[in-house]
């Protein structure tokens, strides 16, 4: 499945309410400061505003999962970044 087909509710399966609703909260409040979608490899690219610095996130579609990574320092999975 590429990223793009992904609804909401997949993608609160995948990062679960709490984070997703932390997530969604930093889009609305514009802290994801730049989000670069490459079609040719089905991968996005963003910086996201943290509390102390700004993180790089990484996402790219699998055939029956998102495979994704940020450099922020929460040990949890996915954190809201993501």
């Known amino acids: 499945m590429k990223l793009t087909d992904y609804t909401d509710t997949?993608?609160?399966?995948?990062?679960?309410?709490t984070i997703f609703s932390r997530g969604h909260g930093?889009?609305?409040e514009d802290m994801v400061?730049?989000?670069?979608?490459?079609a040719d490899n089905d991968t996005i690219n963003a910086q996201v505003a943290?509390?102390?610095?700004d993180y790089?996130?990484?996402l790219g579609g699998k055939?029956?999962?998102?495979?994704?990574?940020c450099?922020?320092?929460?040990y949890g999975w996915p954190c809201k970044h993501v």
Do not use: H
Request: glycine content about 6%.
């Open 10 to 17: 997949a993608i609160k399966n995948f990062a679960g309410s």
């Open 26 to 28: 930093y889009y609305e």
């Open 33 to 38: 400061m730049s989000l670069d979608y490459n």
């Open 50 to 53: 943290g509390n102390d610095k």
């Open 56 to 58: 790089k996130v990484r």
């Open 63 to 69: 055939p029956s999962s998102i495979k994704a990574n």
């Open 71 to 74: 450099d922020c320092p929460y």
